[in-house]
């Protein structure tokens, strides 16, 4: 029989289980009224201690309302605990007996516990607790009913807000690695905890241990992480490293390109298909001030994220400098993110302003020649969190394409200009910047949501292909690779 080394905290106060007794638990010490406690125990067997891995420690919270010697659960109905018994054996322990009562339910495996009220199941794993509404449960019921597996797309319900979703019956299925729930109407939901927790989990974006923000030092220290045109071109590891690089950097640069555009064309459509905008799709500029945007110059060219007169800026930029005779022209690059943790770790009130105060940008040009003339206008916060985790969306930064601020109060406009100055003063520290020099063959691709781009000013002639990528392809395609 296992052997179990267990105890238990009531009101604060310590008890040891003294042994298990066949299928059921004593408690040391004698308790009889309303509490909460929580009982924590530890296989001491060698082959559950393999089979828990990292769950060596199961910890279950549940109401209870009585403890009789020789009687593990013992529900109240008033209270509404729920009644489950569990086997302990050599090849594990097992639920045998599942009562729901009228107000709850608890069940508990070796690696999950399962606890279900009125209003939600919540379950446990090793490193997070879910608290998942039972209107989201039903509302993501897989059944055939509900969703078309071929197509992947939901079969909407409707009146959910309306059902009585208190559960009939839940329990633990297929091996414990599922939940089935039986609801008032008979129908079934079934689901995978795995799946659960891939799904529910809010904020799960990108990973954080997937991104690896960074600041000069940081970057060099690592070593540019380069692609040759022929591994990114040829090769699924190649395009995998590109890609890596992109998501974990926020910019990845391709080596041993052949100096043309078409060239910069296909290594861009390894990706992605190449965005529509109004400078085109494939683009050349040099600078010979032939559009309405300062990069068309030879100045120097603060850092910046592009398009942020859109609704969507583009997802990558790729630039390739075909040909520059003259000094000068470096790019430089700071990771946005970087920035704004900076930002967030010294001044979070300002950092707030910036996610939440919402600011103009536009680009405005002439209609001239081949040009119909545009007036593109955006209204967006300079920082985009996501509504749960916090994790950044998007940086938003561009001040040679601000418009007209109108869209903020008196007050407002104090603070957001003093937050905007603190994160301008960030970007531009040298201690954030990484500097490129770009040479023919060499290809650079930026996350434009993320990774602000600027260049120093130059002389001589110096032309630049490049194009856009649409955000949600290049991120469906990480997504596809196994990245995000
Ligand atoms: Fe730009």
Redesign the pocket.
């Known amino acids: 029989m296992t052997k179990w080394i267990r105890s238990a905290q009531i009101l604060n106060k310590s008890y040891t289980c003294q042994h298990i007794q066949s299928k059921f638990l004593t408690l040391g010490g004698s308790v009889s009224q309303h509490f909460y406690y929580t009982l924590s125990y530890k296989s001491a067997d060698p082959h559950l201690l393999t089979r828990s891995r990292l769950h060596t420690y199961l910890t279950v919270r549940f109401k209870w309302w009585s403890i009789n010697s020789g009687t593990f659960f013992r529900g109240s109905d008033t209270i509404g605990p729920y009644i489950s018994l569990w086997s302990s054996t050599s090849a594990g322990h097992n639920l045998i007996k599942a009562c729901p009562s009228r107000h709850s339910h608890t069940q508990q495996q070796s690696q999950f516990s399962v606890v279900c009220n009125d209003e939600c199941v919540q379950v446990s794993f090793a490193d997070r607790t879910l608290k998942i509404p039972l209107i989201w449960l039903r509302d993501h019921c897989r059944s055939e009913k509900f969703y078309n597996h071929n197509t992947h797309q939901k079969i909407p319900q409707s009146g959910l807000s309306e059902l009585d979703l208190s559960p009939a019956e839940i329990c633990l299925v297929d091996n414990n690695s599922a939940v089935s729930i039986t609801w008032k109407d008979g129908h079934v939901s079934k689901f995978n905890l795995d799946w659960l927790a891939n799904n529910f989990y809010p904020g799960k974006l990108v990973s954080q241990s997937k991104r690896q923000y960074w600041n000069n030092e940081i970057v060099l220290e690592e070593g540019l992480q380069t692609v040759s045109y022929n591994d990114h071109m040829t090769y699924d590891d190649g395009l995998k490293k590109s890609l890596t690089n992109l998501v974990k950097f926020g910019f990845c640069i391709i080596e041993e390109t052949p100096v043309s555009q078409s060239a910069t064309q296909a290594v861009a459509e390894r990706i992605s298909y190449v965005l529509q905008t109004v400078f085109g799709q494939m683009w050349t500029f040099t600078s010979d001030a032939s559009r309405s945007d300062t ?1 068309y110059t030879t100045q120097y ?1 603060g850092a ?1 994220t ?1 398009n942020t007169y859109l609704s969507s800026p583009a997802g990558v ?1 790729v630039f390739h400098c075909l040909k520059h005779n003259g000094s000068g022209g470096e790019t430089l690059l700071v990771d946005g993110f970087k920035a704004l943790d900076i930002l967030r770790s010294v001044d979070q009130a300002a950092f707030k302003v910036l996610a939440s105060v919402v600011i103009p940008h536009e680009y405005k040009e002439q209609a001239s020649g081949n040009h119909p003339g545009y007036h593109l206008y955006n209204l967006s916060p300079v920082v985009t969190l996501h509504p749960i985790s916090g994790e950044y969306i998007s940086l938003r930064f561009n001040p040679y394409d601000r418009a007209p601020l109108n869209t903020l109060s008196l007050h407002d406009m104090t603070t957001f200009y003093s937050a905007y100055d603190k994160l301008s003063k960030i970007i531009s520290n040298k201690e954030n910047e990484l500097r490129i020099k770009l040479n023919p063959g060499t290809i650079l691709l930026i996350d434009n949501w993320r990774v602000l ?1 600027g260049r120093s000013s130059f002389d001589g002639t110096r032309v630049v292909c490049g194009c856009y990528l649409p955000r949600d392809e290049w991120i469906s395609k990480a997504r596809l690779m196994g990245l995000l």
């Open positions: 990069a060219l910046h592009d930029q781009h």
